[in-house]
T-cell receptor
Framework: NAGVMQNPRHLVRRRGQEARLRCSPM?????VYWYRQLPEEGLKFMVY????????ESGMPKERFSAEFPKEGPSILRIQQVVRGDSAAYFC????????????FGSGTRLTVV | KQEVTQIPAALSVPEGENLVLNCSFT??????LQWFRQDPGKGLTSLLL?????REQTSGRLNASLDKSSGRSTLYIAASQPGDSATYLC???????????FGQGTTLQVKP
């Protein structure tokens, strides 16, 4: 079991470009969560998805950010027209269901906007 | 609104000491509470998960307690080692939600 896989590990984008972050959940996990960790700040929830469904996007910025978890393939967090303030570590977690179990986190993608 | 606070923000101890990290939360309506470890520039490693009906969990030198009524959890680390140096994060999962609410973390340094 490879765990939660995130790629790329590091991503550098120029201001105005698009960033695509990928997350493959653990085998058998159908729930995916994205969190952001800004420099010197704690982890903040962004979005919770099941296959082909957004369950809770209350933590997503209103503009430029979107997330999907298609029937086939990884979950994608997409940031359009990146700005310097988007520089952060983005973590993905997965769980097997919405029962109150624990989460498994990936190693994160560190986005740097130059 | 659920808020999670961790005290202290930073802690430095000599090797071999027993220590306690504190976590408090404002709303007792939770599914569970989870302690994580984060090394610099790395991801999160789950240490202990306590369900709302449980009072404590143990794993090796780690023991976590949960007092839901008072909104508190503690992580006890016995016989600390330099390899325990990391940031420790407490996170609660409120009832009827899938998300975790994290504290700001306690950064621990264990000196040889």
């Amino acid at each position: 079991n490879a765990g939660v896989m995130q790629n790329p590990r590091h991503l550098v984008r120029r201001r105005g470009q698009e960033a695509r972050l990928r997350c493959s959940p653990m085998k058998g996990h159908s729930h995916v969560y994205w969190y952001r960790q800004l420099p010197e700040e704690g982890l903040k929830f962004m979005v919770y998805l099941q296959k082909e469904n957004i369950i809770d996007e209350s933590g997503m910025p209103k503009e430029r950010f979107s997330a999907e978890f298609p029937k086939e393939g990884p979950s994608i967090l997409r940031i359009q027209q990146v700005v310097r303030g988007d520089s952060a570590a983005y973590f993905c977690a997965s769980s097997p269901s919405d029962s109150p179990g624990g989460y498994t986190f990936g190693s994160g993608t560190r986005l740097t906007v130059v | 609104k659920q808020e999670v606070t961790q005290i202290p923000a930073a802690l430095s101890v000599p090797e071999g000491e027993n220590l306690v990290l504190n976590c408090s939360f404002t709303d007792s309506a939770i599914y569970n509470l989870q302690w994580f470890r984060q090394d610099p520039g790395k991801g999160l490693t789950s240490l202990l998960l306590i369900q709302s009906s449980q009072r404590e969990q143990t794993s090796g030198r780690l023991n976590a307690s949960l007092d839901k009524s008072s909104g508190r959890s503690t992580l006890y680390i016995a016989a600390s080692q330099p390899g325990d140096s990391a940031t420790y994060l407490c996170a609660v999962r409120p009832s009827n939600t899938g998300k975790l609410i994290f504290g700001q973390g306690t950064t621990l340094q264990v000196k040889p």
